[in-house]
């Protein structure tokens, strides 16, 4: 049987594959206000311990600058939400190769699904077609310090 594998690790480069994401619901995450890079940031509100606030992502794939309005400490996990219609974006059963936190996931154009680590600093995250297929698996490199970006 011949399993055509799109599964492959990109070289993450400036400006490759900036995402254009939305929730459950279609609410678009994009924040055309906000950019990172002259990209729109993925805007999201988070929970943590009880405490809630908006994050910024980087809307380039693979890229990891961030915008944080509060101290989420390394390694901790988070709940993501649609700012807009309060979803709950974290899956309620997948879970990170990597670190085994829950994943949360958004929604792109033509219905592909993103999966990201909800755990600060992992970046474990990939992309998933409408078909099944993984299209993008984004492995972190051993020499990237997420603290850094
Ligand atoms: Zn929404
Ligand atoms: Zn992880």
Request: aromatic share 10%.
């Amino acid at each position: 049987m011949c399993h055509k594998s799109t599964v492959y690790e990109i070289e993450v480069t400036e400006g490759c594959l900036p995402l254009d994401l939305s929730c459950p619901n279609g609410c678009s995450l994009m924040d055309p206000e906000l950019t990172i890079h002259d990209q729109p940031a993925i805007r999201l509100k988070f929970e943590f311990e009880g405490h809630t606030g908006e994050l910024y992502l980087d809307a380039i794939y693979g890229r990891y600058h961030s915008i944080v309005d509060t101290s989420i400490p390394p390694q901790a996990t988070v709940t993501f939400y649609c700012p807009t219609c309060n979803a709950v974006l974290n899956h309620e059963t997948a879970r990170c190769d990597s670190c085994e936190a829950p994943l949360f996931t958004m929604y792109l154009p033509d219905g592909a699904i993103h999966y990201v680590c909800t755990r600060y600093g992992c970046h474990h995250s990939y992309i998933v077609s409408i078909d099944g297929e993984i299209e993008y698996h984004f492995i972190k490199k051993e020499d990237t310090d997420p603290t850094a970006a």
